[in-house]
């Protein structure tokens, strides 16, 4: 009986730690599309042109800044460009 019991609570402690680190994913997921969303953005937009600056170009290392840092690294990299520092 307790090797039942404790197989049921192993089994609930693997689907609660599950079920937070799935939507920790979700957060990171959402957050990563909506700063490559603002990238694309500007750029459809020509709002860097607005300030007489040139537009942010799509290189690796400004797409995986953009991806991995979410919205505040999309802002990074458009601060970076208006300062004259392409992280390119």
Excluded: H, R, W
Excluded at 15 to 33: G, P, T, W, Y
């Amino acid at each position: 009986m307790s090797i039942d019991l404790a197989l049921v609570l192993a089994g609930v402690l693997i689907a609660a730690v599950l079920v937070f680190i799935v939507k920790d994913i979700v957060k990171i997921l959402i957050n990563s599309v909506i700063g490559l969303v603002i990238l694309f953005s500007v750029n459809y937009f020509d709002l860097m042109g607005y300030v007489g600056k040139p537009d942010i170009e799509y290189s690796l290392v400004n797409l995986v800044l953009c991806a991995l840092g979410g919205v505040p690294g999309t802002l990074i990299v458009i601060i970076m460009q208006l300062l004259g520092y392409p992280a390119s």
